[in-house]
């Protein structure tokens, strides 16, 4: 067999790799955050008003984990809470009820609903039905909506500064993706990857430049002006969005268009990391993060089996091809079995993508305080993603993809 077969994958890893790392918005830096806001500083306007609202299916286990981190916000200005109790049936809306009563400093209205009407999404649906419940008692229009998730917990001076961020840049969102638990074994090798291939997917430098087309947000923490999300149709317009965060991204930021001279709001959005906000939902074991990808996997790839095998082929040459080839051809060279120099070549592609890959996999590892030494273990950890992207395949095809909580939503 011609060594070229080997020498042309790897050579085009390492092209890709060196791509990515030079040229692919810096994706890989991890060093968008929100700057240290002064507690004393108010907008120019004052403190504008602030609804959250809160979905939240069976959620009673997190709430007294998070529920007071929003009620106990420093915020100067209105703040209302607004959760929905997207038909629970773990007294999701008593448990929230009892720790109102005992953080009276916010007002907390719940919202009971039923789950999604057909053709919406259920997270879209519980969101929208904070909306409209916010719409029916507003005497005077909120300026802001934090969409949070209920496993979210905040930093005490959390909403001051996202307030702050986006009223200094005039921004439509300012989206947070929050730090998620990374405790056990699994968590440790799954969650950094899964946060670093986001990155990869919606380079966040990109997702903030305004001339960029690339959009997106993390659902977990989304501060949205409610003027720019009314002008872009509401949330009737991703309805049936089950990435609904990379939607309402894409929704503000594009909607715009030719509107910025007719005094409309001109899309700008903001995505970033944080360590302070972060989430309270374990994943303890693998299966857990398994059904957590696979829920959704598929559907980024828009249920196309063409999309799919293109991913799975993409993986295996960008994750599989370096480490494997680089370190077979080097055991030939050093075992001295006759090496030709498109053998040395191949070693000397694969290795160095394995490099890049591992160097840009860094920051996102310190971002979660974990050893450089499981970056060069990045590639095991995306092969188990494709096997994961494999099985969201076969459960939409069986009728069972994007099951959450009992619920299968989605065709």
Known sequence: MSALVFTVPALL???AWLYLVVAHGRFWLADQR?????PA???PGGWPDVVAIVPARDESAVLPLTLPTLLGQDYPGELRIILVDDASSDGTAQVAGQLAADNPTRT????HGDGPPPGWAGKVAAMSRGFEALARSDSTPT??????DADIAHPVDGLRRLVAFGEARGLDLVSLMVRLRAETAAERAIVPAFVYSFAQLYPFPLVNRQRSRVAAAAGGCMLVRRRALIEAGGLVRIADARIDDVALGRLLKHHAGDGRSSGRSDGRIWLGLTTAVHSVRAYPRLA??????ARSAYTQLRHSRLLLAGTLLGLLLMYAVPPV????FLAAAMLGTGTTAWQAVTATAGLAAWALMSISYLPTLRLYRLGNWRAPLLPLVMLLYGAMT???ALRHHRGSGGRWKGRVEGP
């Open 108 to 111: 907390l209205e719940i919202v």
């Open 288 to 293: 857990d993060l398994w059904d957590m990808v």
């Open 390 to 392: 494999f099985d969201s």
């Open 143 to 148: 300026e802001y909506v934090l969409f949070t």
């Open 41 to 43: 500083v108010a907008p």
């Open 13 to 15: 890893s390492a092209a």
């Open 34 to 38: 929100l700057p240290v806001a002064s």
């Open 325 to 328: 080839f680089g370190l077979a």
